[in-house]
């Protein structure tokens, strides 16, 4: 599943590993998919229960939450 605009999702106060390679089938969480990738999850502790704003065009400056970078990012392929 590819994504490239926000995910909005309810996150609990653990820590989780965001896909950065956009092959996972669970995005935005990583599945294992990036297995023979240079990619690797980036792990991130989330501090408290709540709302959250995930990036999902992984193109983020403050990843794993959108900054708007979606907004400026070419359509996959046409870089
Ligand atoms: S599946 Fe994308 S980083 Fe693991």
Redesign the pocket.
């Known amino acids: 599943m590819n994504h490239k605009g926000p995910i909005r999702m309810e996150l609990e106060a653990k820590s989780y590993a965001f896909?950065?390679?956009?092959?996972?089938q669970r995005m935005p969480f990583?599945?294992?998919?990036?297995k023979g990738t240079e990619?690797?999850?980036a792990v991130h502790a989330c501090e408290r229960a709540g709302a959250a704003v995930v990036c999902g065009c992984r193109k983020s400056g403050n990843f794993p939450w959108c900054d708007g970078s979606h907004k400026g990012a070419p359509p996959e392929g046409e870089a």
């Open positions: 896909c950065t390679c956009g092959l996972s990583c599945d294992g998919a990036h990619h690797r999850p």
